[in-house]
């Protein structure tokens, strides 16, 4: 007995010993990249990847699709495929209906006015002397994969957003951001709010005093390659293709010097807008020593200059390939760049859009394809007008916006009217029309009949308190305005975009699976080991994954 209680108080002793011995090498640290890039290509199409495949170079597009996981079958999850929205799905993992964003602008049936995406009356602009600057993110109802990482890492990293449109340099950024910067066309110069500061970082004043923009639009914008050589676009020379402001005509070579002078706008619709972008980006990277510290940072880049001559000039002109063989070049350049000051394999990147385009309506119709524009200043019009012979005078719509009517509620409660009564009518009228597949209540579309997918989409995209009250659905290869193309529709056109990932925790490949926008704030979620923002409804790719 004796002996077996002095083994066990042995035992005791070595294994107490065991437990509390230091150990003799530092515990395994927590893997993660050094800095994640995000890329969002305003308007990218998906098949963008491979029309101009053969004239991208080794360094840009190509290297991507070599290096990089490819989801071949990647669309969006709502109806209204524009700007603010889309940018706004892309961070957060989620949809219009959850996260606020139902457009670009919207009408705010409490204020009674108009609101813009990301206006906010209760900052300052830095940086210039006009109100471009008073924006912020307070639109935005939920948390992004930005804020998700500056929680996760204790606000340790940066999270920097930039973009020549404010709403695409914002809403990535999220609320938590150092900074986010975008391009004031009045002035020339980078701008922010006082939302994130209350003075300019010396680099931005410093890449402001450049006058770049000046000295970019001294310079002519000619083809990158030979003009005979762009076999992939229509004739350069169209009738609906829209004309640079000042120039005779819409054909290579344009003299931007001759037609713009100072007039910085124009620079957006030229490859000087992803050039200056392309600068500020790497002048963040440097100067904000981005992937140097002990936390992951996170760079977002939006180049907003494919969508204004996407919607000048259409997908299929020589412009807009040239767009993208230059911003293949400018992509080759910041991934050198990242190369070079975080290190290949440090850095995770991905690249998307925040929502795609309908080819030219003319050019489907000549090529008898079903296609047509509508005017809805005279739908409008005409729904005022069955209003009015069915119910008596009264002002029965506010405005319309987004494909979507906005009633005016103090006339129906005058008129002891619901919505559902004013939308029969409506609908009953606006069938009518060439163009128009459906017209929807947006209060009831549980019971609308429609199918399912369309249905869906709707339904993720409508906000009860910013939506309007009645849906215009849309025929396929029909758009409203007087764009020579623009987008918004729910059909794969407009839905099918771009989605990569490449560098650090990615395996190469790709997958012909069907992938939502939603599906990639929780993917870096999941690779960067936080957790998903707050209004999150996508799922992990695990396809992409090492593992």
Request: charged share 20%.
């Amino acid at each position: 007995m004796h002996y077996l209680k002095l083994t066990l108080a042995i035992l005791c002793t070595t294994t107490l010993f065991a437990q509390t011995k230091k150990p003799t090498s530092s515990p395994e640290k927590l893997a993660r990249p050094k800095l994640v890039v995000g890329v969002v290509v305003d308007q990218m199409r998906y098949d963008y990847w491979y029309r101009y495949f053969d004239k991208y170079s080794e360094g840009g597009f190509k290297r991507l699709l070599r290096e990089g996981f490819n989801c071949r079958n990647h669309h969006y999850h709502y109806a209204l495929t524009v700007t603010a929205a889309g940018h706004a799905s892309v961070y957060t993992g989620s949809t219009p209906a959850i996260h606020g964003i139902v457009g670009n602008d919207w009408y705010d049936q409490k204020l009674g006015k108009g609101m813009y995406c990301v206006a906010d009356s209760t900052v300052q602009s830095v940086g210039t002397s006009n109100s471009a600057g008073k924006m912020s993110p307070k639109n935005l109802l939920v948390s992004t994969i930005t804020d998700q990482l500056r929680i996760g890492n204790n606000f340790q990293g940066k999270t920097i957003g930039i973009a020549i449109k404010d709403r695409g340099a914002i809403l990535p950024a999220g609320h938590t951001a150092n900074g986010a910067y975008w391009f004031d066309s009045r002035t020339g110069n980078w701008i922010t709010s006082t939302f994130y500061m209350n003075d300019l970082p010396q680099w931005v004043k410093d890449y402001n005093a450049r006058k770049r923009p000046s000295e970019l639009m001294k310079q002519n914008w000619n083809t990158l390659l030979p003009i005979e050589q762009y076999t992939e676009s229509t004739a350069d020379d169209k009738p609906y293709e829209a004309k640079i402001a000042g120039a005779k005509k819409s054909v290579f070579p344009y003299d931007l010097a001759g037609i713009a002078g100072d007039a910085y706008g124009i620079l957006a619709s030229t490859p000087h807008g992803n050039t200056i972008t392309k600068e500020i980006a790497l002048e963040a990277l440097k100067n904000e020593n981005l992937g140097k510290g002990t936390a992951t940072d996170f760079l977002a880049i939006s180049f907003s200059t494919p969508d204004y001559v996407g919607h000048a000039f259409g997908p299929n002109s020589v412009e807009e390939q040239d767009i993208y063989l230059r911003l293949d070049r400018d992509i080759a350049e910041i991934l050198t760049a990242l190369d070079k000051q975080v290190g290949k394999g440090n850095y995770l990147f991905f690249i998307s859009a925040d929502h795609a385009v309908m080819d030219v309506v003319e050019l489907w119709k000549q090529n008898r394809l079903p296609a047509g524009r509508l005017n809805i200043g005279q739908m409008v019009a005409a729904a005022k007008a069955a209003l009015k012979e069915k119910f008596g005078e009264g002002d029965f719509i506010t405005i319309s916006e987004n494909y979507q009517i906005y009633l005016n509620h103090a006339t129906l409660e005058a008129k002891k009217l619901e919505v559902a009564d004013v939308c029969k009518v409506i609908r009953k009228r606006l069938l009518d029309f060439d163009g128009i597949a459906d017209v929807l209540n947006l209060h009831d579309l549980g019971n609308a009949n429609i199918n399912d997918y369309l249905l869906t989409l709707y339904k993720n995209g409508t906000h009860v308190k910013r939506s309007g009250d009645i849906q215009m659905v849309i025929e396929p290869g029909w758009m409203s305005g007087s764009s020579t193309a623009t987008h918004g529709a729910p059909y794969n056109y407009d839905t099918h975009i771009p989605l990569l990932f490449c560098g650090w925790g990615i395996k190469p490949g790709e997958t012909f699976g069907r992938t939502s926008v939603a599906d990639t704030a929780p993917t870096l979620a999941a690779l960067l080991k936080i957790l998903e923002p707050s209004g999150n409804i996508g799922k992990v790719i695990e396809d992409v994954m090492k593992k």
